[in-house]
């Protein structure tokens, strides 16, 4: 067995990644790698299922069976694979224009469904792929390509839709806290059901110096002024919690039915049906 | 004192564990990062951890 965790997990023919310095990407990949080791996740029974953009490239640097799927989509094609051997651990890396814009609905579909899937999204409030355009995170009133005089358009919490769509386990992690992050994302794979995780990230090229927030360090020691948590946020109020960012579990339940348990059940009574 | 692993071939110089090193073991180069004070290396891995291009690694022995 290999000794160093990067030789074991990446393959190194694809490295160095090809993402810009200092993008958040890399440190949501170590943090998935460490808690992917730390679990001792079976490399040939753990799938990652990948959409499009800048987060959906980390699959091809994962020394495991991965699937880079169509934009928007990765949700669906994880259903596919889940539901044909549910005894696979199925992970989803996405970003938040894949997850919540182009397979928004897919999104919401599988939390109301609470298939056990992984959703890992790598949140830098932008789409940094195609140049900087607005997505559906990017904080109201943030300069970015399609909004030079701020982004005018509300943005979703991924964590508050998620978890009323019937997702059951439901934790906002960041960059900036990358042990908090592997803690949260291995119990996330370890849930029964679907569970996500929205993982505040930056992205310094595009979204960093369209708003001034300065170089990929000052962007990441700037993270310490607005993260909060869960615990800290109880006791603030609305105005307070302006441009703050609330980290931590909001949901962790074990009371609604996995899918393909349903399935499993619809499948034997209708065997049971049949013979009489 | 840490063993202070860095892959060359693989840092893009972003700065991140230069800004977030609490004792100023790292610097930059033109290029890549490299170790400027070994001696102040706490072994925190704060570095380690907040490298988006796997390139850091502390070792888990004193030297």
């Known amino acids: 067995m290999k000794d160093n965790l990067y030789e074991k997990y990446l393959v190194d023919s694809a490295m160095p990644t090809m993402w810009c310095p200092g993008c958040g990407n890399g440190i949501v990949l170590q943090s998935i790698i460490r808690a992917v080791d730390e679990l001792g996740l079976d490399q040939d029974r753990t799938v990652f299922v990948s959409g499009i953009g800048c987060s959906s490239r980390a699959v091809n640097y994962l020394n495991f069976d991965c699937m880079h799927t169509n934009h928007g989509r990765a949700i669906a094609f994880a259903t596919g694979i889940k539901m044909s051997d549910p005894d696979l651990k199925v992970i989803v890396l996405t970003g938040d224009g894949d997850c919540a814009s182009i397979g928004g609905n897919h999104l919401i579909h599988a939390c109301r469904r609470n298939i056990d899937l992984t959703v890992i999204c790598m949140n830098n409030s932008n789409y940094g792929m195609t140049g900087g355009q607005f997505s559906p995170t990017t904080p109201l009133g943030s300069q970015t390509k399609t909004s030079v005089y701020g982004s005018y358009e509300p943005p979703f919490d991924l964590c508050e839709l998620t978890a009323s769509a019937g997702a059951t386990y439901v934790a906002r992690a960041a960059t900036y806290l990358p042990v908090q992050m592997k803690e949260m994302i291995k119990k996330a794979i370890m849930h029964h059901g679907l569970s996500f995780v929205d993982c505040a990230s930056d992205c310094p090229s595009l979204f960093g110096r369209l708003n001034r927030r300065g170089d990929a360090g000052q962007m990441m020691l700037g993270w310490k002024d607005r993260l909060v948590s869960v615990k800290q946020a109880e006791t603030m109020s609305r105005e307070d919690l302006e441009g703050k960012v609330v980290w931590g579990e909001f949901v962790n339940s074990s009371e609604r039915i996995e899918y393909t348990d349903v399935y499993r059940q619809n499948i034997a009574r209708a065997k049971e049906s049949v013979n009489g | ?63």
């Not at chain 2, 202070?4 to 033109?30: D, F, H, M, Q, Y």
């Not at chain 2, 380690?48 to 390139?55: I, K, L, R, T």
């Open chain 2, 1 to 63: 004192m840490k063993d202070i692993i860095i892959n060359t071939s693989w840092c893009k110089g972003c700065g991140i564990c230069v800004a977030l090193c609490p004792r100023n073991v790292l610097k930059l180069n033109e290029e890549t990062v490299e170790v400027a004070d070994n001696e102040s290396c706490i072994g925190c891995r704060q570095c380690e951890y907040h490298c988006p291009d796997f390139a850091i690694r502390i070792g888990e022995e004193d030297v």
